[in-house]
């Protein structure tokens, strides 16, 4: 991860949120051969006495559930848009072209958890991310021998983050012209490109202070 200061969001809260806006996270893991696993999962954010706590569930017996009983150390990423910035709307065109994008890198200890706190967790989850208690989907709508033969094929796991680190790389290091060139350039794209243009016009007073 890059350790530039101009790079880097100082606001916690504004950190946080970007975590919960971006909640289908790359969990990263190396089993006992030393070799990488992975997968996504919906993650849910908890802060207990100002730690913060990762929670989220997976399936049983596969690579990566096996790769955690023997090493507790994970990385945990948050991803949000990303794109390709050209050179050819630079000042200074003589510069290589960059990728803008905005990322978050989660590290900690990840420890299982039992039953009853793999049943109240998806009931939170769930809830969560259904946004509506009248919804059919909803936890508390399912059938208790659905609810039974789907906690026997999952576990749920807690992880205590003990480092946290992001990358908003917003184009911090060009000259205010550039730096308006390429919000311009990025309002006229794709859905990821907007949004990282307006992610950059946020921030425009904080980099160019008048």
């Known amino acids: 991860m890059y350790k530039l200061s101009y790079f880097k969001e100082n606001n916690a809260a504004v950190v946080i949120d970007f975590m919960k806006q971006h909640s289908f996270a790359m969990l990263i893991g190396v089993n006992a051969e030393n070799k990488p696993v992975a997968t996504q999962v919906p993650v849910l954010l908890k802060e207990r006495d100002g730690v913060m706590y990762l929670q989220a569930h997976i399936m049983r017996q596969t690579d990566h559930h096996k790769a955690f009983e023997n090493n507790k ?3 945990v990423v948050f991803s949000g848009a990303h794109t390709y910035v050209s050179a050819s709307v630079y000042e200074n065109k003589q510069q290589a072209s960059t990728w803008n994008y905005m990322s978050v890198h989660a590290k900690g200890e990840l420890n299982f958890l ?4 793999l049943l109240n967790m998806l009931h939170e989850l769930t809830s969560h991310f259904e946004n509506n208690d009248a919804s059919p989907a909803s936890y508390k709508n399912l059938s ?3 609810v039974q033969r789907l906690s026997k094929a999952i576990v749920a796991f807690e992880i205590k983050v003990d480092s946290l680190e992001n990358v908003f790389k917003l184009s911090q290091n060009k000259d205010e012209k550039t730096f308006d060139n390429i919000v ?3 309002q006229t794209g794709d859905a990821e490109q907007k949004i990282i243009a307006e992610e950059m016009q946020k921030r425009k007073d904080q980099i160019f202070p008048k």
Request: charge should be negative.
């Open 114 to 117: 039992n039953d009853e706190q």
């Open 73 to 75: 150390n994970v990385l």
């Open 144 to 146: 208790e021998d659905y």
């Open 184 to 186: 311009s350039s990025l």
